[in-house]
């Protein structure tokens, strides 16, 4: 027996450096008429001294350069711990490309709260936070992801405490609070309004990252175009929310720095060195209105998906409590409906708000900041 598992051992090793040696030749260019191998490879630069130590065992001739975004080298990701967490959910789209900025850390906090608003109940929030804790005793192996749970969690409570909604039941309605208290929370109308400036406060931020990327890259004034868009969707929000608040006045100030604004997206739209063509492609960009209006409506589906989902949770406790009015078990069927009902309307919702979130990152978030990805 011995000497058969040693005859298979001794096999496999040898099978196993054939291999080696075949998928060495096929990741490798021949040269001199096959006398020469040259493998090109791509190792993080931290890496370095292992690498080189590595090939001087061999005794084989390298080369080590920096590379290049020509090269396509292959993306590595760091981030903090925080930002860590959401990498799965950016790689369901695409990585960054080489040299492009990554902006994991950037839609992580957002998609926390774009989490939380569209899930839209405390009661449900603590269910994720306190069940993904447990988990994490049994579960070790899935702990980062376990971690985002808690934090979805975690966003969720944050969120809904705005209109105070807890398993389908708002606080101000429940509890015995003063008018000053109740008035602290939020109305629908305010919750929708609420996700519009959430989401126009995303579009500045990734129109910054944007700025910022260009001026850093390229020069200056390749950032005015963005900054421009920043300066006019301020300027716009505040000129319609003066429409709605008497006591909101706008200085004529503002309106001349809009129309500075309007200027650089005109005059900064393009690089071309000819008036003319830097004048109408200037005129052209200008349709990018259309563009972030429709962005910013899309953020309502924030109000939508969690105001469907506190309703939902409101039915359930409706027909619960409708239960009570059976004879001697009436209790028990109250209890089971709560339960399995707001199990439901949890799964449903988490759902929603999985995926929504990450929609408003993909396209409205990912676009503004001119994310070209394919790393």
Not at 24 to 40: D, N, V, Y
Request: charge should be neutral; glycine fraction near 10%; proline fraction near 3%.
């Amino acid at each position: 027996l011995f000497s058969k598992a040693g005859t298979i051992s001794q096999k496999q090793n040898q099978i196993s450096q054939e291999l080696d040696l075949y998928l060495a030749s096929k990741s490798s260019s021949s040269q001199a008429e096959g006398h020469i191998a040259i493998l090109t490879g791509f190792a993080p630069t931290e890496n370095r001294a292992n690498v080189t130590n590595f090939i001087d065992s061999t005794g084989a001739y390298y080369i080590i350069d920096q590379a290049k975004e020509e090269d396509n080298p292959p993306v590595k990701l760091k981030n903090g711990f925080f930002s860590r967490l959401y990498e799965p959910i950016g790689e369901l789209y695409m990585l960054p490309k080489y040299g492009e900025r990554d902006l994991t850390p950037y839609f992580a906090p957002f998609y926390m709260l774009f989490f939380g608003l569209c899930l839209g109940d405390m009661g449900y929030g603590l269910v994720l936070l306190i069940g993904a804790a447990l988990a994490k005793l049994k579960f070790k192996e899935y702990r980062n992801y376990l971690t985002l749970i808690q934090f979805l969690g975690l966003g969720a409570v944050l969120m809904a405490a705005l209109p105070g909604v807890i398993f389908g039941t708002k606080i101000n309605e429940i509890l015995p609070l003063s008018d000053n208290i109740k008035n602290i929370f939020f109305s629908d109308l305010k919750m929708f309004w609420f996700a519009i400036i959430f989401g126009l406060f995303q579009i500045i931020v990734a129109k910054l990252i944007n700025a910022i990327d260009l001026i850093k890259n390229k020069g200056l004034t390749y950032g005015f175009n963005s900054i421009g868009w920043i300066i006019l969707i301020i300027w716009g929000g505040f000129k319609y929310a003066s429409t709605m608040v008497d006591s909101l006045n706008i200085p004529q100030f503002y309106n001349y720095v809009a129309l500075a604004a309007l200027l650089m997206i005109v005059l900064f739209s393009s690089d071309s060195k000819n008036p003319f063509a830097r004048l109408g492609m200037g005129a052209i960009a200008l349709y990018h209105v259309t563009s972030i209006f429709g962005d910013m409506l899309s953020y309502i589906r924030l109000f939508g998906l969690g105001t469907a989902g506190a309703i939902l949770g409101m039915v359930v406790n409706s027909v619960a409590l409708s239960m009570t009015g059976i004879p001697y078990v009436g209790w028990i069927f109250t209890i089971i409906m709560l339960l399995f009902g707001h199990v439901a309307v949890l799964l449903l919702s988490s759902l929603g708000a999985f995926v929504h979130p990450m929609r408003l990152t993909f396209v409205e978030f990912y676009k503004n900041a001119e994310f070209s990805g394919g790393g």
